[in-house]
């Protein structure tokens, strides 16, 4: 062998040749953390299947579609947390995805209900709408990366959440097609108009909403009250789902004087403590 081609650990390449690269190796992700990536592409999913039930004049099946992308919705954070696969990449995907199914389905879903009785003014209530839902939501981002935000401010939403805002946007329609059959005509157009610009109105607004998200263990001793209260409630929402959801639109408006005392009683009890803790 030529002694100008050394072999072995002697052996060096060639001059002129390009430097070896080591190969990247791509990691497995975990099945924890697409589980709950595929609940939210599910609701994703509902909410563009609500868009197309709309325009084919579906109407009441649109509005099951957007009921249940919120029920997904909330469903989503609670298995990240369970699984313990909460990611970035799965709060971005929630966020897009909600918006869709929040935003720009229910504007749409409305306008072909009853706001195009005023085409313009309409379409100008249906396009706030979507923007107070993307500035709700991107605001809701935003407060997430706050370390300075108090540990008791978790009990609340600053805002109405984008779920809670398409499924109270949509009381015109449910008392449309529920037992009471409100009638929609060009004179009910400004009413529901009006209505959807406070809807708008509190989404992009600071006021405080209580948060489901902190419910934590129901008492031993209230275990078979809760069962039966859920089980009469589901079957009341299967037998009469557009009565069920316009009460619950008219419960949770009806609540939203409540979080907003107990929301200030919170905040001035933290001031008073802080006060009291400066020296002098």
């Known amino acids: ?52 039930f709309a325009f084919e004049a579906h109407i009441e099946w649109a509005v099951m579609a957007i009921a249940i992308a919120a029920v997904l919705d909330g469903l989503d954070g609670r298995i990240a947390r369970a699984l313990k696969g909460a990611s970035r990449f799965g709060a971005e995907l929630d966020s897009l995805a909600d918006f869709v199914d929040f935003g720009v389905a229910p ?27 993307a500035l709700r939501l991107a605001r809701f981002n935003v407060m997430i990366d706050d370390p300075d935000r108090p540990a008791w401010q978790n009990s609340f ?10 499924i109270v946007a949509l009381l015109p329609i449910y008392l449309h097609l529920s037992l009471l059959h409100v009638p929609v ?30 419910v934590g263990r129901v008492p031993r001793e209230y275990v078979a ?13 299967v037998n009469f789902p557009m009565e069920m959801l316009a009460a619950m639109t008219l419960a949770y408006l009806a609540a939203i004087p409540f979080s907003v005392r107990r929301f200030e009683r919170l905040r001035r009890a933290e001031e008073s403590s802080s006060g009291a803790a400066l020296p002098g």
């Open 1 to 52: 062998m030529d002694a100008s081609f050394p072999s072995g650990p002697d052996r060096t390449p060639l001059q002129g040749a390009p430097p070896l690269r080591p190969q990247r190796r791509f990691r497995g992700v975990p099945l924890r953390l697409l589980i709950p990536n595929l609940v939210t592409l599910l609701a994703l999913c509902l909410g563009l299947t609500a868009i197309r």
């Open 107 to 133: 504007a749409l879903l409305l306008y072909v209900f009853g706001l195009h009785q005023m085409p313009s003014l309409g379409w100008v209530a249906a396009l706030i709408f979507a923007i107070a839902c």
């Open 157 to 166: 939403f600053v805002g109405m959440p984008a779920p809670a805002g398409a």
């Open 185 to 214: 005509s060009p004179a009910s157009a400004p009413i529901e108009i009006a209505y959807v610009l406070i809807v708008a109105l509190l989404m992009a607004s600071r006021v405080p909403h209580f948060s489901g998200k902190v």
């Open 225 to 237: 009250v809760v069962l039966f209260a859920l089980v009469a409630g589901i079957l009341l929402l």
